[in-house]
């Protein structure tokens, strides 16, 4: 399987939850009240996540991307004698 890499080089601004979340009695499914936590933001840059959230009072965590690090392989490596 390969994971694509679209969209990857935006910046995401998300809201915590507010509320907790409940299973609802009759059909088990979770919910919600908090409508927020199904907003998610993209921006361009740090920058301009960074100035939206100052800009409305957000409070904001920074976490920075993690580096992908991608070892190539081929066919032949599913059949070597060496697999764990």
Same mark, same amino acid.
């Given at each position: ?40 933001? *993209? +921006?361009? %840059? !740090? ?30 490596? *599913? +059949?070597? %004698? !060496?697999?764990?």
């Amino acid at each position: 399987m390969q994971s694509g890499r679209a969209k990857t080089h935006q910046w995401v601004l998300e809201f915590e939850p507010g509320t907790a979340r409940f299973t609802d009695p009759l059909m088990g499914w979770t919910g919600s009240s908090d409508t927020r936590a199904q907003l998610r933001l *993209n +921006f361009d %840059s !740090r920058e301009q996540a960074i100035a939206y959230a100052e800009r409305k009072g957000l409070e904001y965590t920074v976490q920075q991307p993690q580096v992908r690090r991608i070892r190539p392989k081929n066919y032949a490596e *599913n +059949f070597t %004698s !060496r697999r764990m």
